[in-house]
């Protein structure tokens, strides 16, 4: 592996998280907590390698072995304390500003989180309280803006696109930066940078200054996939299920691009929530798009849908090849609808109360091998459950994929096992393949991929 070039430096913060009581300075500290150490550390060190072409956690986490962060308690405020931080960070000794922000927010979101978990506030055994849980998180991160009316439209995609999908996403971010819409995405690179990118120019042609780009991540990701430089509100959620519920709490319509298992993912567990039979009516503007090229993609996932959860759920979202402008007033449209159906409800413009969630959707999932050969795919099953367990599975791909955990699991017990009937198994087995053979599916440094599942058709 190359040399990496390091730095050392002393940081404080601006305008987030100025003082820290001695008590969470102790929770942080290494000696006083090894788990919220590590875990800060984690999401510094990504925080620190924005621009990174790698999306392997366990290489990050290995290529800079000696970072350590330690933070100190002054009169005057709280100061970080870099040692062999990566050098790209800084400018003439001094931290790039977009950088400090986002390290200062997951020092903010973990501190928080901690203490919050500890409170005797948090219900964290009901639906509803895992949604005030979320709702806690982002209001305290200060993305919660009441009387702002609906405009925040969130870009799900793979980080890992051809140059001509990329150039799409900022296509699409321009036309809508046009209409003023904000932009919030997983904060990463590929198609989670694009659309910010694309956007940040169509605000400043209208010239509209107070654009947001939301980035929302967990530890987790957020290892694999450092926060693209555009952020400029980053929440830390602490695990997938709270990252995706506030997605769908704070966006007010979703796009879709191209992409691999994690979008699968992001779009199943969509899909399963608007099938919930409490949600009919809902309305939440979905799109699938992309390029002439991605057609086929985009075919096959379609498809896909229809073979397992029927045609119920293809009616959910309308597709748009190569049609930016298209995308952005569809979208545009499908907002008024939903203002208008919040304000007759009275419900708040900044959190989808209404929206029901179950907590099939809410539970953590655990990707070991016991718990993804487990789960119950059939189609005996109500649309919305048999999605929820198809986003479960999608999940532990991810994870074996680029999560440092999900690898070293991968690396002891050999590949996770799905299993499941025909009829879901064979449409699974020919939407994982179509990703491999379209290079939606990478390995780090550019080997073929290796898949980390084994796709099992259960006797009936």
């Not at 901690?114 to 409170?119: A, I, Y």
């Not at 299993?419 to 990478?442: C, I, N, S």
Request: hydrophobic share 40%.
């Amino acid at each position: 592996m190359p040399p990496r070039h390091v730095i050392n430096a002393k940081v404080s913060p601006k305008g987030s998280l100025e003082t820290l009581s001695h008590r969470e300075v102790q929770q942080l500290s290494e000696a006083g907590s090894d788990g919220i150490y590590r875990l800060f550390r984690q999401c510094a060190l990504a925080i620190l390698n924005t621009g990174s072409h790698s999306d392997n956690a366990k290489t990050i986490l290995a290529a800079y072995e000696s970072f350590e962060v330690r933070i100190h308690q002054q009169d005057r405020g709280v100061r970080l304390e870099l040692c062999n931080a990566p050098a790209d960070a800084f400018v003439d000794g001094e931290m790039i500003a977009s950088t400090r922000e986002m390290l200062f927010s997951a020092l903010r979101d973990i501190v928080y989180t901690e203490n919050e978990l500890d409170s005797h506030r948090i219900d964290l055994h009901s639906s509803q309280g895992i949604t005030d849980y979320v709702f806690h998180l982002l209001r305290n991160a200060r993305t919660l803006r009441p009387g702002v009316e609906p405009k925040i439209v969130v870009c799900w995609g793979g980080h890992s696109i051809s140059t001509e999908e990329y150039k799409y996403t900022k296509r699409v971010g321009h036309e809508l930066g046009l209409r003023k819409l904000d932009i919030c995405t997983g904060c990463g690179p590929g198609v989670m940078k694009g659309p910010m990118k694309g956007a940040t120019i169509g605000h400043a042609k209208q010239r509209f200054s107070g654009g947001r780009y939301l980035g929302l991540t967990e530890p987790g990701i957020i290892a694999a996939e450092a926060p693209n430089p555009i952020v400029n509100e980053l929440v830390i959620l602490p695990d997938i299920e709270k990252r995706l519920e506030a997605f769908v709490r704070v966006g007010h319509g979703i796009v879709i691009f191209p992409g691999g298992a994690g979008t699968a993912e992001e779009f199943l567990y969509l899909l399963g929530i608007l099938m919930h039979p409490d949600n009919q009516g809902v309305p939440f503007p979905l799109v699938l798009t992309g390029p002439k090229s991605a057609a086929a993609y985009l075919q096959q996932l379609h498809d896909f849908v229809g073979a397992t959860l029927g045609e119920a759920a293809q009616n959910l979202y309308q597709i748009i090849i190569n049609d930016p402008a298209q995308v952005a007033r569809h979208m545009a449209e499908g907002l008024q609808q939903v203002k208008h159906f919040r304000r007759e409800r009275n419900d708040a413009f900044h959190f989808n109360w209404l929206l029901k969630i179950d907590e099939s959707f809410q539970r953590p999932f655990d990707p070991t091998h016991a718990n993804m050969a487990a789960l119950q795919l059939t189609r005996d099953l109500p649309p919305h459950e048999l999605a929820a367990n198809l986003r479960r599975a999608f999940s532990g791909i991810v994870a074996g994929n680029v999560k440092d955990k999900g690898i070293r699991l991968i690396e002891e017990h050999g590949c996770y096992e799905i299993h499941g009937e025909a009829a879901v198994m064979q449409p699974l087995d020919q939407l994982l393949q179509a990703f491999v053979a379209q290079h939606r599916m990478k390995m780090p440094g550019g080997a073929a991929y290796v898949p980390c599942y084994r796709v099992v058709e259960s006797e009936v």
